[in-house]
C-alpha cells in the first residue's frame, strides 16, 4: 500500500533527464512526510488499555517496524512512498479485526508483553506453568497465579479475552494540501528548468 502521484509532461519533456531525479526528490519527500505523521502521532488517542500495555500515548508507535518499513520509490514519471507490512493497511483505514478461532487474546498489561519477546503464547504460558504459576479466567481476564518464595500470592492479569476489536483508521501515508502545493510547485520548477536551461529550478 502507499500513496502515488502521476504525472505527464509534454510530448518534448519525454527526453528529459531531470524528470526522474525530480521523481526521486519527491519519493523521499513523501517518506518524509509520512514518519513526520507517525512521530507527531496521529489521532484518535490510543485508548486507557493500550496507553498502558504501550507505556505510551503515542499512536502508531510501538517498536518503530511501521515507521521502518515506510521505503521511497521512484520512476522517470511517477513516485510512491508504501509500506509491505501486514498490518499498514488496517492501522491507514481502520477496521475490525476478528477472532480466527473463539478469542482474541489481547495482551493486558506491560507485563504480559515483557514476558511474550520472542516467544508465541503458548511458549509463555508453558515457560510460567514451568515456574509454578497456575492459569484461570476471571470474566474476560484471563490471570495467572502462584505462591513465592514468601507465600504470598501473586497474580497477574495476562490476557484480555475478546471477539473482536476495533482499530480506527490513522492515515499515515496522503497527500494533504500543503504536501500538493510543494510537490506541484518542485515538479513545475524542475520541468520548466529541463526544458529552458539557464532559467533557474528548485533545489
Same mark, same amino acid.
Given at each position: 500500500?502507499?500513496?502515488?502521484?502521476?504525472?505527464?509532461?509534454?510530448?518534448? !519533456?519525454?527526453?528529459?533527464?531531470?524528470?526522474?531525479?525530480?521523481?526521486?526528490?519527491?519519493?523521499?519527500?513523501?517518506?518524509?512526510?509520512?514518519?513526520?505523521?507517525?512521530?507527531?502521532?496521529?489521532?484518535? +488517542? =490510543?485508548?486507557?488499555?493500550?496507553?498502558?500495555?504501550?507505556?505510551? =500515548?503515542?499512536?502508531?508507535?510501538?517498536?518503530?517496524?511501521?515507521?521502518?518499513?515506510?521505503? +521511497?520509490?521512484?520512476?522517470?514519471?511517477?513516485?510512491?512512498?508504501?509500506?509491505?507490512?501486514?498490518?499498514?493497511?488496517?492501522?491507514?483505514?481502520?477496521?475490525?479485526?476478528?477472532?480466527?478461532?473463539?478469542?482474541?487474546?489481547?495482551?493486558?498489561?506491560?507485563?504480559?508483553?515483557?514476558?511474550?519477546?520472542?516467544?508465541?503464547?503458548?511458549?509463555?504460558?508453558?515457560?510460567?506453568?514451568?515456574?509454578?504459576?497456575?492459569?484461570?479466567?476471571?470474566?474476560?481476564?484471563?490471570? !495467572?497465579?502462584?505462591?513465592?518464595?514468601?507465600?504470598?500470592?501473586?497474580?497477574?492479569?495476562?490476557?484480555?479475552?475478546?471477539?473482536?476489536?476495533?482499530?480506527?483508521?490513522?492515515?499515515?501515508?496522503?497527500?494533504?494540501?500543503?504536501?500538493?502545493?510543494?510537490?506541484?510547485?518542485?515538479?513545475?520548477?524542475?520541468?520548466?528548468?529541463?526544458?529552458?536551461?539557464?532559467?533557474?529550478?528548485?533545489?
Amino acid at each position: 500500500m502507499g500513496v502515488k502521484i502521476l504525472a505527464k509532461p509534454a510530448p518534448k !519533456a519525454g527526453s528529459i533527464r531531470a524528470i526522474p531525479k525530480a521523481f526521486r526528490h519527491v519519493a523521499m519527500y513523501l517518506q518524509s512526510q509520512a514518519d513526520k505523521r507517525i512521530k507527531n502521532s496521529i489521532p484518535p +488517542p =490510543n485508548s486507557s488499555l493500550t496507553t498502558c500495555v504501550k507505556k505510551g =500515548n503515542l499512536t502508531l508507535r510501538d517498536s518503530g517496524a511501521l515507521m521502518r518499513s515506510i521505503a +521511497p520509490h521512484s520512476g522517470d514519471l511517477w513516485a510512491d512512498c508504501s509500506t509491505n507490512l501486514k498490518q499498514a493497511r488496517i492501522l491507514q483505514y481502520g477496521g475490525t479485526i476478528k477472532a480466527k478461532g473463539k478469542t482474541l487474546w489481547i495482551p493486558a498489561g506491560p507485563e504480559t508483553r515483557r514476558r511474550m519477546k520472542g516467544l508465541t503464547i503458548s511458549q509463555m504460558l508453558q515457560q510460567m506453568k514451568s515456574d509454578g504459576w497456575k492459569f484461570f479466567k476471571k470474566g474476560k481476564l484471563f490471570c !495467572a497465579s502462584r505462591r513465592n518464595k514468601s507465600g504470598k500470592r501473586e497474580e497477574l492479569a495476562l490476557f484480555i479475552l475478546k471477539d473482536s476489536i476495533v482499530i480506527p483508521a490513522r492515515p499515515f501515508l496522503h497527500i494533504d494540501q500543503k504536501n500538493e502545493r510543494y510537490i506541484l510547485h518542485y515538479l513545475g520548477t524542475e520541468i520548466s528548468h529541463a526544458l529552458h536551461p539557464g532559467k533557474g529550478g528548485a533545489s
